[in-house]
């Protein structure tokens, strides 16, 4: 039995591989405690390839490689060149990720491999790995892109792959895409495809596995579905909620929901009956107390004013009701104690869990007067939620299709938007905007200007990042806007955007996207998933493609 675990990395032989890009194997040695004090070694063989549109460049010239391991017990660090591949040590753990950076610069000369001065050309993570006494060995592909750019997933043989809606049009919009912990996929489910000018809804869902680059799709599901929220949760079940269907041939909210376990033989686990139908609304969890708060959204038919571009002028039509789920019992949602004070749809929510005091923030939005400038407060008490604070005028500025993200423990960012809806109907044609709002949530909301983005957006996805970069995706951008942009924070102060050194390819509005690996407590490897979403300019095409952002 080996007490000392040990590890190699040797380089791949394949022609077709490097034929298409560069390509090295890494074969970690991982060592699994056993009875005794012994160990044995599990082999984690690491494939690094570029990823597609990244050919020829994110390897190019890359000198030497430092390769990371993190949430093991003990951690490892080592440095190594191309032609002179070494090993590394991966202890016990079950969120163990391995990160590989590529330099350009020849590290094991001059440089520490535990704090290098110099920054990485490229950088890849895998997904958090289980490691224990059981564990088989492993082998993985693991995408090294340039940092702070934007490339596309491949498969074990090396190809680019794309999502696969299952309709004879390609593409997929107004779709959730959500990582799942645990099985390291991505649940991509429902949404809509344009085709002639008719955009009609999607009965299919398809995972991606992070670790092989594929796609695969379900089973189909039983209802058409788009324009749904998706929720995952502690244990790793997805919750589908409301969303357009088509109900007797026309295209209307529905009342239920279901539940979906990717990692099952028959995946759809379990169906949700809603009190109301709704869409547009937003569906927040707040893991501390295990409530799920379904918030707003309207109701009612396309000739009552609810379509995926518009709210409903009429007060039965619009949604100030809150619904919520117990993890624990999904089968059925109760009405919460508080409503919205102002009835709304196409919102943004944020929740800031806090044991049972958690709080979730609502904001902006459409009704039938317009876009909303107002924000409202939901907190937890006795298991249910109260509405502790509205205000009408607390944001700057009306807006609808913004983004809002929880920056920290007590204040959240809103970035970009439109401020005009009139009669609650979305238009392209209004100018969306650059400005951001910080606002804190302590003794109520206040807010105040944050430093403008570059490009004015609106329909586009945004995420924060590991080290508080807050990244903005896509949308409909102003002409010569930058497609993606970044919000940093140098050493010295003075936060600034700055667009992302590899562009978005392509800017689309109504994409999904995910933090892979799940969030800062759950195996966090700064990549983001952003899926599908369909052209900004009619007539629109939905898109079938994938991107994969490189964070630091």
């Known amino acids: 039995m080996n007490s000392t675990p040990t590890a190699t990395v040797t380089p791949v032989a394949s022609r077709r591989m490097r034929a298409v890009h560069s390509a090295l194997v890494a074969t970690v040695a991982a060592a699994a405690v056993a009875a005794g004090g012994c160990s044995k070694l599990v082999g984690v063989e690491l494939a690094i390839v570029e990823p597609c549109g990244q050919e020829t460049r994110a390897l190019n010239g890359v000198q030497s490689f430092r390769m990371v391991t993190s949430g093991a017990a003990p951690d490892s660090v080592i440095a190594f060149t191309v032609d002179q591949p070494a090993g590394v040590a991966i202890g016990l753990g079950d969120k163990v990720i391995v990160s590989v950076e590529g330099y350009t610069d020849d590290i094991t000369l001059t440089e520490s491999p535990e704090q290098p001065s110099v920054l990485p050309r490229s950088v890849g993570r895998t997904m958090p790995l289980t490691i224990d006494e059981g564990s088989l060995d492993v082998k993985a592909t693991v995408l090294v892109g340039t940092i702070d750019s934007f490339g596309g997933p491949r498969d074990d043989a090396g190809d680019c792959t794309e999502m696969n809606n299952g309709d004879p049009t390609p593409g997929r919009h107004a779709h959730t895409a959500s990582f799942v912990p645990g099985a ?7 949404g809509a495809v344009w085709a002639n000018g008719t955009e009609s809804i999607l009965k299919s869902a398809e995972v991606f596995d992070v670790a092989t ?6 089973p189909t599901p039983i209802q058409a579905r788009a324009y749904h929220t998706a929720t995952v949760l502690p244990d790793g079940r997805v919750v589908i909620l409301g969303g357009f269907s088509l109900i007797n041939g026309q295209v209307a909210p529905i009342i239920n929901g279901l539940i979906v376990d990717v990692r099952a033989d028959q995946p759809y686990v379990g169906d949700i009956s809603l009190r109301t139908p709704r869409t547009h609304h937003t569906a927040t969890l707040l893991a501390d107390v295990g409530l799920i708060a379904i918030i707003g959204g309207c109701t009612g038919s396309a000739s009552e004013g609810c379509t995926p571009t518009s709210a409903a002028a009429g007060s039965t039509n619009l949604l100030p009701g809150v619904e919520i789920l117990n993890i624990e019992n999904l089968a059925q949602s109760v009405p919460a104690r508080g409503n ?21 923030v609502v904001s902006g939005g459409l009704n039938g007067s317009g876009a909303l400038r107002s ?14 604070f509205a205000q009408a005028d607390a944001l700057p500025a009306a807006v609808v299709r913004h983004q809002m993200i929880a920056f920290n423990d007590s204040q959240f960012v809103i970035t970009g938007g439109q401020a005009t809806a009139t009669n609650g109907i979305l238009s392209d044609a209004v100018a969306g905007s650059n400005a951001v709002t910080i606002c804190s949530k302590t003794d109520g909301v206040t807010c105040a200007p944050g430093a403008a983005m570059v490009g004015a957006r609106f329909g586009h996805a945004a995420a924060r990042l590991i080290d508080g970069t807050v990244v903005v995706m896509g949308g409909s951008v102003a002409a010569g806007g930058p497609t993606s942009e970044a919000l940093r924070f140098p050493p010295g102060g003075g936060a600034s955007w700055s667009p992302t050194q590899g562009p ?19 195996g966090f490897v700064n990549q983001l998933f952003y899926s599908g979403g369909h052209t900004t300019l009619v007539p629109y095409t939905s898109h079938s493609g994938v991107d994969i952002y490189f964070g630091k």
Do not use: C, W, Y
């Not at 390291?184 to 429902?190: D, E, R, T, W, Y």
């Not at 680059?213 to 379900?218: D, S």
């Not at 919205?340 to 979730?360: C, E, K, N, W, Y």
């Open 504 to 522: 978005l390819p392509l800017a689309r509005e109504r994409a999904a996207m995910t933090l892979l690996g799940g969030d800062l407590g759950n």
């Open 340 to 360: 919205l004070v102002i009835p709304r749809a196409m919102h943004q929510a944020v929740g800031f869990p806090s044991g049972d005091t958690g709080i979730i």
């Open 375 to 388: 924000v409202e407060l939901l907190q937890v008490s006795e298991g249910n939620l109260n509405n502790v």
């Open 213 to 218: 680059g594929t796609f695969t799709a379900l």
């Open 184 to 190: 390291n996929k991505v649940l991509i489910f429902g």
